[in-house]
């Protein structure tokens, strides 16, 4: 399966790309499979997502729905981003190969280590809210 023309559009320009200095969350996931990393920073006034963006060293499809995913929970209430999935990120980008898959479920992990870091940082226990952070179901697809 070749890649969609808006997986092209966010690898070729991604949105909302670089560091936060003053950002309330930041989350850092990484997948030990392909080694890829990607970092997501929030700022959150009101419950609401007002700044988003992220760093991500990893393959195109990472870059792809790191972008998305960005994009997605940017202007939101933090609730709509908590119930962001990998498959909601796939569907915007208008599918994924299936190897790809897991590249989108790092992109639902970063924006929910950056919902918990910024829980974390006000005093609130992140888990009943996020969730465990989990390692990767749909990572065993990539075995090779
Ligand atoms: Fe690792 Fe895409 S190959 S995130």
């Known amino acids: 399966m070749a890649y969609s023309e ?3 559009d966010h690898f070729a320009s991604p949105r909302n790309v670089g560091e ?3 950002a309330d969350g930041i989350g850092e996931v990484g997948n ?3 080694g890829d990393i990607m ?3 929030i700022k959150v006034r009101d419950n ?3 700044d988003v963006s992220f760093k991500t060293f990893g393959c195109g499809a990472a870059i792809a729905t790191s972008s998305m995913a960005t994009e997605l929970v940017k202007g939101k209430p933090i609730e709509d981003a908590l119930k962001l999935t990998n498959k909601a990120v796939m569907e915007a980008l208008d599918g994924l190969p299936p190897v790809k898959v897991h590249c989108s479920v790092l992109a639902e ?3 929910k280590a950056a919902l918990s870091d910024y829980y974390k940082k006000q005093g609130i226990d992140p888990e009943p809210i996020v969730g465990k952070a989990s390692e990767c179901d749909e990572c065993h697809f990539d075995e090779q």
Do not use: F, G, L, W
Request: hydrophobic share 45%; aromatic share 6%.
């Open 32 to 34: 030990s499979r392909c």
């Open 6 to 8: 808006k997986v092209m």
């Open 39 to 41: 970092k997501m920073y």
């Open 109 to 111: 992990q970063a924006i």
């Open 20 to 22: 936060m200095p003053d």
């Open 48 to 50: 609401i997502i007002t």
